[in-house]
Structures are given as structure tokens and as C-alpha cells.
């Protein structure tokens, strides 16, 4: 089975502007959940998508957002980057929302500059 | 506030020592302490992983060692090899249900030749 996909790799972006990330699940995974990573903060969780619902947003401002659709593909949004926002974006994603092991994907490298 | 606290920040043992990483936490509702390894450039991957039911659980070189009364857990790689050379972070949620993982701030493994 293929893992978790995440797209693009690495991205430059701008203070301002918006950015989309991706994420693919493990096929029939069902439950697709957010981390930003950064070496002051760790690793701090956005939000869980399941069955294209929200289920639970961390504590981030509401800048960033998130949608799943219905093949249980994610995306993310964060609008008005702020050089803060530089970060690597995990994406994991686990079968259903009641199993606890979450699988994640190599991440996205976004740079804000 | 950090939920999980992780220690140390870094470590350097020699090959075929054993290295042992601490993580201790407040939250008792917390009944699921997963440890992940991260290489650089790669997303975190799932070792292992404990419940507060059991005091110890070994997967091959890795164990891990739970002390529910004082709240803390830890990892003990043993013979490891320079291919263990990584960042290890625990983790916790709260419950299968539980969509967050309340991270450490991962500890990074050097093992010399």
C-alpha cells in the first residue's frame, strides 16, 4: 500500500500571500489529520478531518483552514502568511477515527519570506 | 503549556549502547503513548507504542517502560547502530477516540560508530 502523499514537497511563498497543501491518505483511510512542525514549538496539531467533518481544531488562529473531500483527500489553507507560519505541514492519516495509530507523510516544507 | 515533556534534548552513545529517552505528563486521562522516530526530511514514523494497562512492551531493540503512578514513560534502544541516529519524539491522546497528539519535544539520537 502506498503511504501518505503529501504535495507539494517544498514551497516559497511571501508574507501575504495564501498557500494550499495537499495531503493523500493511505487508501481506505478515512481519517485525515494536520501538524505543523517548527524547531521552537515541535510538533502541534491543527485539525482531524473524517468523513469530510471537522472533528477537533488545535489552537491556531483561524487563518488556517482545512476541507476533506469525498475520496477522503485533504487540503490545507493558511491565508496571509506570516513569517511565523514557516513550517513543516504533517499530514497523517489513520483507517478510522477510533484507531489510534496515525501514519504520516513526509510533510510540506513551507518557507515564508 | 506543554502536555508531554521530553528529555533530554540530545544524546550521543557509541554503538551497541543504550540510549534512553524520558518523557513524563500531568494529564491522567491521557491512555495512549505512542513513540515515533523522524529522519531528517522525512515525516514521523510509529516504533512503538504503550497503554497505562501494562509496564513494559518490547518490539525488537525498542522497549518501552510505563509508570503510571509517576506519570512517566520511557524508550530504551538496545545494541543500537548508527542507522538508529534520528529524532525520537513520544506522544499521548486521549483515547481511541482521541483525533490530537500532544507531542514531546523530541530528542535528538546520535549513535557513533
Known amino acids: 500500500k502506498a503511504g501518505v502523499t503529501q504535495t507539494p514537497r517544498y514551497l516559497i511563498k511571501t508574507r501575504g500571500q495564501q498557500v494550499t497543501l495537499s495531503c493523500s491518505p493511505i487508501?481506505?483511510?478515512?481519517?485525515v489529520s494536520w501538524y505543523q512542525q517548527t524547531p521552537g514549538q515541535g510538533l502541534q496539531f491543527l485539525f482531524e478531518?473524517?468523513?469530510?467533518?471537522?472533528?477537533n481544531k488545535g489552537n491556531f488562529p483561524g487563518r488556517f483552514s482545512g476541507r476533506q473531500f469525498s475520496n477522503s483527500r485533504s487540503e490545507m489553507n493558511v491565508s496571509t502568511l506570516e513569517l511565523g507560519d514557516s513550517a513543516l505541514y504533517l499530514c497523517?492519516?489513520?483507517?478510522?477515527?477510533?484507531?489510534?495509530?496515525?501514519?504520516f507523510g513526509p510533510g510540506t516544507r513551507l518557507l515564508v519570506l | 503549556q506543554q502536555q508531554v515533556k521530553q528529555s533530554p534534548q540530545s544524546l550521543i552513545v557509541q554503538k551497541g549502547g543504550i540510549p534512553i529517552i524520558n518523557c513524563a505528563y500531568e494529564?491522567?486521562?491521557?491512555?495512549?503513548f505512542p513513540w515515533y522516530q523522524q529522519f531528517p526530511g522525512k515525516g514521523p514514523a510509529l516504533l512503538i507504542a504503550?497503554?497505562?494497562?501494562?509496564s513494559e512492551k518490547k518490539e525488537g531493540r525498542f522497549t518501552i517502560s510505563f509508570n503510571k503512578s509517576a506519570k512517566q514513560f520511557s524508550l530504551h534502544i538496545m545494541d543500537s547502530q548508527p542507522g538508529d541516529s534520528a529524532t525520537y519524539f513520544c506522544?499521548?491522546?486521549?483515547?481511541?477516540?482521541?483525533?490530537?497528539?500532544?507531542f514531546g519535544t523530541g530528542t535528538r539520537l546520535t549513535v557513533i560508530p
Open positions: 497523517a492519516s489513520r483507517p478510522s477515527a477510533n484507531q489510534e495509530t496515525q501514519y
Open positions: 487508501s481506505g483511510h478515512r481519517s
Open positions: 478531518y473524517f468523513s469530510e467533518t471537522q472533528r
Open positions: 494529564n491522567t486521562a491521557f491512555d495512549y
Open positions: 504503550i497503554r497505562p494497562d501494562v
Open positions: 506522544a499521548a491522546s486521549k483515547g481511541p477516540g482521541a483525533n490530537n497528539l500532544f
